[in-house]
């Protein structure tokens, strides 16, 4: 999977809330930096989910080195401003005192999109950082996006910005120079994650639209995660299905799983009640087959399914998804396009 991502430097991840996309964005960031490329990857929320997810403390804009090819930052909207708002006055201080005046605040917090364009503006600024040879000191940016349902907005407001302005004075020409940078689909991606459910499928069909709608150019790809795997082949179903129909005869009952303590069935229908299990996470992945099918049907960006990960802590989540992104041998029949 990630050869289609190895040529996109900025890569923007957004997705219906509850999705997983914060945990998918990690293991993409992971996955890259296992690769030995030079990774850094963005949140634009108050609430930091990354360092959660890899273990770290961020105190400010500059990004943490996680190890020797992952670096992460959360964009914080005020620090990003402050950080634009410095590339415009002479010192951090009389910026920062711009900020805290009471009738500056006002006003910039009432002016639209402020938030926006100053935080893609740090997106582009780290973007265009260079290493001591002149080459791109990351070779992939990761973003962790708003929700789905702000997400384009949010992506098209330095463009917005740019044309209410006519391209003219600095702000216009920083608003044009990110809105040319997040329209080039050379070098920019913009992933959407989903579930395997009927919200998430449509939300994500939508987004599809009107991406290509308002930013003009398409979705580069769909990750629908937590994708339930069948527990047999197809092959064997038949089969299955008469032995659980026939354990449904001998044992009534057993479909929910659990005996009273003073049945005398309770200690002798292990198997009946694994038969059952296996049903269910059958008719679990009958389910997503469904929605998904709906996915491929009407989405043309590139679909990569993922599994639902069972592991301890949020950072085994990550290393588990990051070799599974890569194609571990061990993982990487669980992984789908």
Excluded at 114 to 134: A, M, P, Y
């Amino acid at each position: 999977m990630l050869e289609q991502l190895l040529d996109k430097r900025l890569i923007f991840v957004t997705g219906k809330g509850g999705v997983g996309k914060s945990t998918v964005t990690a293991g993409l960031a992971h996955a890259l930096a296992r690769s030995k490329r030079r990774t850094l990857v963005l949140e634009t929320d108050t609430f930091s989910a990354m360092e959660d997810l890899f273990d770290y403390s961020s105190p400010g804009l500059e990004p943490i080195s996680i190890n020797e090819y992952l670096y992460a930052s959360n964009l914080s909207s005020e620090e990003c401003f402050i950080a634009t708002l410095r590339r415009f006055v002479p010192s951090e201080r009389i910026a920062r005192a711009i900020i805290k005046n009471r009738i500056a605040r006002v006003f910039f917090r009432a002016a639209p999109s402020v938030n926006e364009v100053t935080i893609l503006d740090q997106v582009r600024v780290f973007f265009e950082k260079t290493d001591d040879d002149g080459e791109p000191f990351y070779d992939h940016i990761l973003v962790d996006l708003p929700a789905s349902g702000h997400a384009v907005t949010f992506l098209n407001v330095p463009a917005t910005m740019h044309g209410m302005m006519r391209g003219i004075g600095p702000i216009a020409t920083m608003s044009g120079q990110v809105a040319e940078l997040i329209s080039d689909p050379a070098t920019t991606a913009i992933i959407a994650v989903c579930l395997p459910e009927e919200m998430p499928v449509n939300e994500t069909i939508e987004l599809a639209d009107n991406i290509d709608e308002t930013l003009g150019r398409p979705l580069d790809l769909a990750i629908a995660n937590m994708v339930h795997q069948a527990p047999l082949d197809a092959k064997n179903r038949p089969l299955f299905e008469e032995i659980h129909q026939q354990i449904r005869e001998d044992y009534p009952g057993v479909e929910s799983l659990f005996f009273d303590e003073e049945d005398e069935r309770a200690e002798s229908t292990a198997i009946a009640r694994l038969i059952e299990g296996n049903a269910l996470a059958l008719g679990w992945a009958d389910r997503d087959r469904e929605y998904l099918e709906l996915l491929y049907d009407r989405l043309s960006a590139p679909i990569v399914e993922v599994p639902i990960v069972y592991e301890s802590s949020g950072t085994d989540v990550v290393d588990k998804l990051s070799r599974i992104f890569i194609g571990d041998s061990s993982d990487a029949a669980s992984l789908t396009a």
